[in-house]
């Protein structure tokens, strides 16, 4: 069988080459006009950028299927203004005066042991301002936006029940009779 | 004076290397037209169209002549023109064209395959031409069907015009390692032979 398989590999290759005369006469026409063998582009060299540009290209157009109003986790929504951290965290500039009360900094939204965010309010906007003496810069314009502050939570009071307990009634003495030694004595005779 | 005319066969490729570097186009025509043919079924096996494998051996004759001057001596000439012969043929077998005319083109018969039946039919009765063109035909598919290194390796192992150091030069493998695929594609071929149904293999 391996004869067989070489003699068909050999009947493979075995073409006749080109004409002698008319192949020499065109590889040296070729060498005299200068003529330079073509570089191929190679498939893997062409098509494997193509498949990564199509791949960027549907990743892309399948994130933004999924909601492209909606914001990216991890990212924040709005704007935050950063006030200098010495309004936020260290004590007012100016020393508050021997009789008024000491005001303390509002306590950050996430309560402590968050994150201190700071009072972006218009009041202390105006105190920092006046606290390093320069008008404010920018007035925040009460805005359209209805009140953020959380209504009140609506509890339903507790009913008071009595917790006294019931009294309850004394325990009947019990009485035992007492025990009549002249019929047991009776009884042994 | 005019130079004697040399005989031409008494002339090594040395030679004519060495006087195709001085600009002489008839030692270099003599180079191409001693090694047309090896040339050319090197890029036949590598290639299996004769077009393709008639423009792959004129390219590797060019890129031959623009880079005669690297050409050091170490390997024979024939060596070192097979080698340049095999990188061209494969470059143009990985290139886009040939991937889409694989692609696009149907398979038709072959020069290869005609000349198989026409083999197999000579001198045997209707039947038993008939079964041979059909293992032929197995085998032709299956040698197909091997890996490109098993299957270089034996088309070029039976070509007959290239010794084993040749083929390893041009494949970029040791001897043995050529035998050794040679040896496989056959165990390979078997395999698949005896799967179709020809048991006797």
Do not use: C
């Not at chain 1, 026409?29 to 494997?48: C, K, N, Q, Y």
């Not at chain 2, 090896?38 to 880079?67: I, K, M, N, T, W």
């Not at chain 2, 598919?141 to 083929?167: F, H, M, N, V, W």
């Amino acid at each position: 069988m391996n004869d067989r398989i070489d003699d068909v590999a050999r009947q493979m290759t075995k073409s006749e080459p080109p004409d002698e005369v008319a192949f020499r006469r065109r590889v040296l026409e070729r060498i005299d006009s200068g003529d330079a063998p073509p570089r191929p582009w190679r498939a893997s060299f062409v098509l494997t950028p193509i498949a990564a540009a199509a791949a960027i290209v549907i990743t892309l157009f399948v994130a933004r299927q999924h909601g492209p109003g909606s914001p990216a986790p991890g990212t924040m929504t709005g704007s935050v203004t950063q006030a200098p951290p010495s309004e936020t965290l260290a004590p007012r500039a100016s020393a508050p005066a021997a009789d008024e009360p000491v005001r303390l900094p509002p306590s950050p939204p996430g309560g402590y042991g968050g994150t201190s965010k700071p009072d972006t309010t218009n009041a202390a906007m105006q105190r920092l301002a006046a606290a390093r003496g320069v008008a404010p810069t920018s007035q925040l314009e009460p805005n359209d936006v209805a009140s953020i502050a959380v209504a009140p939570l609506a509890v339903d009071t507790l009913s008071q029940e009595s917790i006294q307990l019931e009294r309850l009634d004394p325990i009947v003495p019990i009485a035992v009779a007492p025990l009549d030694i002249t019929d047991t004595s009776r009884r042994n005779q | 004076m005019r130079a004697a005319p040399v005989s031409i066969p008494r002339v090594s490729d040395a030679d004519l290397v060495t006087r195709a570097r001085r600009g002489d186009p008839a030692a270099f025509g003599e180079l191409v037209d001693r090694h047309r043919a090896a040339v050319y079924r090197a890029a036949l096996a590598a290639l299996r169209s004769p077009a393709d494998a008639e423009d792959a051996a004129q390219d590797a004759f060019l890129l031959a002549y623009q880079r005669l001057n690297s050409f050091r001596g170490e390997a024979s000439f024939k060596t070192w023109l097979l080698t340049i012969t095999w990188h061209q043929a494969i470059n143009r077998r990985r290139s886009l064209a040939s991937v889409w005319r694989r692609i696009v083109t149907p398979k038709t018969e072959d020069e290869a395959e005609a000349a198989i039946a026409g083999i197999a039919a000579s001198g045997l009765s209707p039947e038993d031409a008939a079964a041979q063109d059909q293992l032929r035909r197995a085998i032709h598919d299956a040698i197909r069907a091997l890996t490109p290194k098993l299957r270089d390796a034996l088309l070029l192992a039976q070509a007959g015009d290239y010794s084993y150091e040749e083929i390893g030069a041009m494949l970029g493998a040791p001897v043995g390692t050529i035998k050794w695929r040679v040896s496989e594609a056959r165990r390979v071929i078997r395999k698949r032979l005896r799967q179709r149904g020809y048991g006797d293999v």
